[in-house]
């Protein structure tokens, strides 16, 4: 068990650059994950940690050593693979057992933990078996168990669940959080599915190109979001953005002034000025129906999705597509008049140009 | 009847008639050879030829009793299967190194050496040979036959490696592997049916090669091949005698070659990743 911590790490391939400068402490027992798009370095960031790609610049510490230089197999680390990356030649027991026969461990002792993973993982019955003869559940438990069974400093895992179905997915998803309150080693999680993100981490660090735009527990980056990348990226539906003017302390929609969209109530920024063009973030469970409230904005329904739990409807407001999550005894029909106002105290309002949360 | 479109069907006779050219092309000479090592001398050059025949062993006898043939067998085996391992040592290694990195150059270089004529290296194999004292000995034909092995066993294991997820080598990597263990443990096992396929035709190549037996070897380390050109005198050639030498020499390379097909279908890298 050990802290990671980056200090303006670089990585470059040739001319170009994946991570130009990047900041992070990872404290000892804490569940981390990288979360951002495709190409945001989330996976060459957990590739360097591993040791399989090396820095261009900056310095890596797993606890107290610097570990710039140190190859993927002297680091103590475990990764579980995105493929799961299974030795095909060797039983599901050799798997697990390999990591501790290179480290020369004694054999009474290498049984003795391979049974207690397979254990732990509820894969005692498939030990012998070839990994070819292993659903894809069951290769991600033997691949989580090969990790485990080496009690490294760090976990990393590389986008490990996506390859199983989404129910499968789920419940291992739950199993690795159990898990990881259970080893109580630092663990360190790529995927680019925000779900995973917020169920998992105990923080979680949002990239985009290489650069990290923000880093909070699950909570602060959905309620309080860093700026418009982060409110677009967490939370699904996706936050609707609207361009917005400031008015006294209304906000109108910018291309159509009459529609006032919220108030600023007492809490107005000081940085907003009379006048000035905004974007207006509401998540679309922010919305709620009031058909007393005067200042709700009428809508007209375009879309309808009954999701079980809840109903997304989506609407235009001045030509801008938003979704609005409702109470799923409301249903309305396309064409339908509504009357939204978001929930106040909810809404977000970043800088046009930078995209950077006003507050 | 059957179920096939008329294009379909049209494509299988078109496929089977290629298919029974190319078996003609292949099988006709070599059956001509068998053929004609079972005749007597006369009939062996007869024109036109005889397809009817009373089989004699006649050539076999004779080729038993002119030649040391075994001892020459001897030598075809000692020379083939040291360079056949040796072009294993060497090139298998370097195809996983060549597969890992990505650098497939010096594999080209090597398979340039392969594709020259064997010529270009002999004068100067002889004079090095020579220095050393090494003429006719085994050790000047299995170094210089390794130059035929070594590339074949180098391109045919690339695939295989290049076919093991990267992944699974950088697993071995974060379970402690250094990459000569990664080699060792993890790629070599997967790759035994390339390394089958490679050392069986490394050694058909080897067992074949002609030039350098002729020239580097003598009476006692002459390989199979290189003693048959004794039948072919300059007044006259014991073509029956060859013919039976040839259908000998080539028994061990058709073997083989039967069982190389078993090898071919390699499923050992399934269950490495998902699927």
Redesign the interface.
């Given at each position: 068990m050990a802290s990671i911590s980056m200090r303006s790490l670089v990585k470059t391939y040739g001319d170009f650059t994946v991570i130009p400068g990047l900041d992070l402490e990872i404290a000892d027992h804490e569940f981390v994950v990288l979360v951002g798009p495709s190409g945001c370095g989330k996976s060459t960031l957990l590739r360097v940690l591993?040791?399989?790609e090396r820095i261009n610049g900056g310095d890596l510490y797993i606890g107290d050593d610097r570990v710039n230089d140190v190859?993927?197999?002297?680091?103590d680390?475990?990764?579980v693979?995105?493929?799961?990356?299974?030795?095909?030649?060797m039983t599901v027991r050799q798997n697990m057992a390999?990591?501790l026969e290179?480290?020369g461990m004694d054999k009474a002792e290498i049984e003795t933990r391979v049974k207690r993973a397979a254990g732990l993982l509820h894969i005692e019955d498939f030990l012998d078996r070839?990994?070819?003869?292993?659903s894809?559940g069951q290769?991600q438990r033997v691949a989580m168990g090969?990790a485990i069974v080496?009690d490294p400093r760090v976990f990393l895992f590389d986008e490990p669940l996506s390859?199983l179905d989404a129910k499968l997915r789920a419940q291992v998803r739950a199993e690795i959080k159990a898990l990881s309150q259970q080893l109580r080693t630092t663990m360190v999680f790529v995927t680019h599915d925000q779900v995973e993100a917020m169920t998992m981490a105990d923080r979680i660090v949002i990239m985009k190109s290489g650069i990290i735009q923000q880093v909070g527990s699950p909570e602060d980056v959905y309620e309080r979001p860093a700026n418009l990348f982060v409110a677009g990226f967490i939370g699904s539906p996706a936050m609707n953005v609207l361009p917005v003017t400031v008015a006294g302390d209304r906000l109108v929609l910018s291309n159509a002034r009459s529609v006032q969209i919220a108030s600023l109530g007492s809490k107005r920024p000081a940085a907003l000025i009379e006048g000035a063009t905004v974007d207006l973030g509401i998540r679309p469970e922010h919305f709620e129906v009031a058909p007393d409230d005067p200042n709700a904005i009428a809508v007209t329904v375009d879309l309808v999705e009954p999701l079980g739990s809840d109903t997304l409807i989506h609407f235009k407001l001045a030509e801008i597509n938003a979704i609005a999550r409702v109470s799923p005894d409301l249903r309305p029909k396309p064409g339908d008049s509504l009357s939204l106002s978001p929930v106040p105290g909810k809404i977000h309002l970043f800088e046009r140009e930078t995209g950077e949360v006003i507050r | 009847m059957s179920d096939a479109a008329p294009s379909d069907r049209s494509l299988q006779i078109l496929n089977t008639v290629l298919l029974v050219l190319a078996g003609c092309v292949v099988m006709v000479p070599t059956l001509w050879m068998v053929a004609s090592s079972f005749k007597q001398s006369f009939e062996v050059t007869a024109y036109p030829p005889t397809i009817i025949f009373t089989p004699t062993l006649d050539n076999y006898v004779a080729l038993s009793e002119t030649t040391p043939f075994l001892h020459y067998a001897f030598n075809s085996m000692i020379v083939t299967m040291a360079s056949t391992a040796l072009g294993l040592i060497l090139g298998a290694p370097a195809a996983f190194v060549a597969s890992w990195t990505r650098i497939t150059w010096p594999a080209i270089v090597t398979l340039v050496a392969r594709m020259a004529p064997g010529t270009l290296f002999l004068l100067p194999w002889y004079v090095m040979f020579r220095q050393v004292d090494m003429i006719g000995s085994y050790w000047s034909l299995i170094l210089t036959h390794a130059v035929i092995t070594m590339p074949i066993v180098i391109w045919v294991l690339i695939p295989f490696f290049d076919n093991i997820?990267r992944?699974?080598y950088?697993?071995?990597?974060?379970?402690?592997?250094?990459p000569a263990?990664v080699f060792w443990?993890?790629a070599l096992?997967?790759v035994t049916a390339g390394l089958a396929v490679s050392a069986i035709l490394a050694f058909v190549f080897s067992w074949n090669y002609f030039l350098f037996a002729l020239v580097l070897s003598n009476s006692d380390t002459k390989t199979l091949i290189a003693a048959s050109f004794n039948f072919i005198g300059e007044g006259s050639t014991n073509w029956g005698a060859l013919m039976a030498a040839a259908t000998l020499i080539a028994l061990p390379p058709l073997i083989l070659a039967v069982i190389v097909q078993r090898w071919l279908i390699s499923g050992?890298?399934?269950?490495?990743?998902?699927?």
């Amino acid at each position: 068990m050990a802290s990671i911590s980056m200090r303006s790490l670089v990585k470059t391939y040739g001319d170009f650059t994946v991570i130009p400068g990047l900041d992070l402490e990872i404290a000892d027992h804490e569940f981390v994950v990288l979360v951002g798009p495709s190409g945001c370095g989330k996976s060459t960031l957990l590739r360097v940690l591993a040791g399989l790609e090396r820095i261009n610049g900056g310095d890596l510490y797993i606890g107290d050593d610097r570990v710039n230089d140190v190859p993927a197999a002297r680091r103590d680390i475990a990764m579980v693979f995105q493929d799961y990356a299974l030795y095909p030649h060797m039983t599901v027991r050799q798997n697990m057992a390999f990591a501790l026969e290179m480290r020369g461990m004694d054999k009474a002792e290498i049984e003795t933990r391979v049974k207690r993973a397979a254990g732990l993982l509820h894969i005692e019955d498939f030990l012998d078996r070839r990994p070819k003869a292993l659903s894809g559940g069951q290769r991600q438990r033997v691949a989580m168990g090969r990790a485990i069974v080496r009690d490294p400093r760090v976990f990393l895992f590389d986008e490990p669940l996506s390859n199983l179905d989404a129910k499968l997915r789920a419940q291992v998803r739950a199993e690795i959080k159990a898990l990881s309150q259970q080893l109580r080693t630092t663990m360190v999680f790529v995927t680019h599915d925000q779900v995973e993100a917020m169920t998992m981490a105990d923080r979680i660090v949002i990239m985009k190109s290489g650069i990290i735009q923000q880093v909070g527990s699950p909570e602060d980056v959905y309620e309080r979001p860093a700026n418009l990348f982060v409110a677009g990226f967490i939370g699904s539906p996706a936050m609707n953005v609207l361009p917005v003017t400031v008015a006294g302390d209304r906000l109108v929609l910018s291309n159509a002034r009459s529609v006032q969209i919220a108030s600023l109530g007492s809490k107005r920024p000081a940085a907003l000025i009379e006048g000035a063009t905004v974007d207006l973030g509401i998540r679309p469970e922010h919305f709620e129906v009031a058909p007393d409230d005067p200042n709700a904005i009428a809508v007209t329904v375009d879309l309808v999705e009954p999701l079980g739990s809840d109903t997304l409807i989506h609407f235009k407001l001045a030509e801008i597509n938003a979704i609005a999550r409702v109470s799923p005894d409301l249903r309305p029909k396309p064409g339908d008049s509504l009357s939204l106002s978001p929930v106040p105290g909810k809404i977000h309002l970043f800088e046009r140009e930078t995209g950077e949360v006003i507050r | 009847m059957s179920d096939a479109a008329p294009s379909d069907r049209s494509l299988q006779i078109l496929n089977t008639v290629l298919l029974v050219l190319a078996g003609c092309v292949v099988m006709v000479p070599t059956l001509w050879m068998v053929a004609s090592s079972f005749k007597q001398s006369f009939e062996v050059t007869a024109y036109p030829p005889t397809i009817i025949f009373t089989p004699t062993l006649d050539n076999y006898v004779a080729l038993s009793e002119t030649t040391p043939f075994l001892h020459y067998a001897f030598n075809s085996m000692i020379v083939t299967m040291a360079s056949t391992a040796l072009g294993l040592i060497l090139g298998a290694p370097a195809a996983f190194v060549a597969s890992w990195t990505r650098i497939t150059w010096p594999a080209i270089v090597t398979l340039v050496a392969r594709m020259a004529p064997g010529t270009l290296f002999l004068l100067p194999w002889y004079v090095m040979f020579r220095q050393v004292d090494m003429i006719g000995s085994y050790w000047s034909l299995i170094l210089t036959h390794a130059v035929i092995t070594m590339p074949i066993v180098i391109w045919v294991l690339i695939p295989f490696f290049d076919n093991i997820p990267r992944s699974v080598y950088e697993a071995a990597q974060v379970d402690g592997c250094s990459p000569a263990r990664v080699f060792w443990r993890i790629a070599l096992p997967l790759v035994t049916a390339g390394l089958a396929v490679s050392a069986i035709l490394a050694f058909v190549f080897s067992w074949n090669y002609f030039l350098f037996a002729l020239v580097l070897s003598n009476s006692d380390t002459k390989t199979l091949i290189a003693a048959s050109f004794n039948f072919i005198g300059e007044g006259s050639t014991n073509w029956g005698a060859l013919m039976a030498a040839a259908t000998l020499i080539a028994l061990p390379p058709l073997i083989l070659a039967v069982i190389v097909q078993r090898w071919l279908i390699s499923g050992l890298t399934l269950g490495a990743v998902k699927g």
